[in-house]
């Protein structure tokens, strides 16, 4: 597997994919993902409605960052799912799904990315911190991200 080269790849995955690889990585979400949403019907409005970033190694989606980048009026992304397989972490994937992930809402002349995490999920809320996200709420389940973005416009 530390052989294998990683490739990335906007949208390709079917939702069939992407419920097979929410399945193998259900028990790395705090809480489980399972425990919150159905698998492959959460996989199947991915598909209908996010933008995906996602990390494949032989034919194996290893990584996933799926948003929602349609509330133009609010001018603001929505970032639903973030995963990567076990044996696959550590490696750079989520950071660099993630950056692929602000180049493209920038892009799209958003002014801001959400997410929502666990306020368990340390390596999670580490990971966005580095990719430039700050904490705007906390309760006792969960922590409410955001990262401001500077449109392409602007630097024009």
């Known amino acids: 597997m530390k052989n294998l080269p990683i490739y990335f790849l906007l949208n390709n995955a079917s939702a069939s994919q ?5 399945l193998l990585c259900d028990t790395d979400f705090i809480p489980p993902l399972s425990g919150r949403v159905v698998l492959n019907e959460y996989a199947e409005k991915i598909v209908r409605n996010a933008i995906r970033f996602e990390a494949w190694s032989d034919g194996t989606l290893v990584g996933l960052v799926a948003g929602y980048c349609n509330d133009k009026e609010k001018g603001i992304a929505y970032i639903t799912s973030v995963s990567v397989l076990k044996a696959w972490a550590g490696k750079g994937i989520a950071r660099s799904l993630m950056e692929q992930c602000v180049t493209y809402v920038k892009a799209s002349n958003l002014q801001k990315i959400n997410l929502e995490v666990s306020s368990d999920n340390t390596p999670a809320i580490r990971l966005y911190t580095k990719v430039g996200f700050t904490a ?15 449109s392409e416009k602007e630097h024009e």
Do not use: D, G, P, S
């Open 18 to 22: 992407i419920t097979e690889h929410l």
């Open 136 to 150: 705007i709420r906390t309760n006792a389940t969960c922590v409410t991200m955001n990262l401001y973005l500077e």
